[in-house]
């Protein structure tokens, strides 16, 4: 079993949570001195999380973990989906501007499009992925819920605030970290790769 892993990843909310989801896997996860722009023109959350992992891999040369996640409306055509971080940003649906935060603005965008629309499911899905150069795994977890009408919570990040977990009455950032983590997609995903990667001993 591998004992290090290099994540490709620059984004804050990611590397707490998948720190904490590492934490007694015997895995020490390492952080890159230097975070490399990598453009996410895949068409799939796993050819996305695929790039990333291989640019890192390719500049350090030791197995990489990479995230590809996102939030999916059926209501709005799947979208934000593989653009949720910069949903703001697309044309589509009208760009949103950023007078706060990026997460902020995705928000704001994704109520309004959803001001007056009555299916409000929605899902949070994951790839996670682990590469080598001449090997590779992923897994892939998903989380279905809803979208609340007002952002409530201060945990988590992007669009936890909004997101409203089938069964629970809070929100995924009302929720506690140890809470999301065992319902979230990000949560299932990786612990399925562990299970994969175990059976690499
Ligand atoms: P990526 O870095 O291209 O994978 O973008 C992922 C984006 O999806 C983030 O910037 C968030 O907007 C959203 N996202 C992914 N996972 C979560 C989560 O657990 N909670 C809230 N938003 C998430």
Redesign the pocket.
Known sequence: MLNKLLLA?T?E??VR?IKRLFEGSGIEILIADQSLQVE?KGLS?LE??YL?AKAYYEVYGIPTFA?????VIPALDGY?G?Y????YSLSWGGQEPVETT??MA?IKKVLRLMEGVEDRSAY?F?CVLVYAGDWGLWAEGR?DGSITYEPRGEG?????PI?QPEGYTKT??ELRPEE?DKI???GKALRRLLELLKMLK
């Open positions: 990843t984004s909310g990611k949570e996410e959350f996305n999380a990333k995230d590809d996640s996102g939030l934000p593989i949720s971080s910069r949903f990026r997460d995705n949070f994951a989380c988590g990040f992007g669009y936890d997101f995924m950032a999301k979230s997609h990000r």
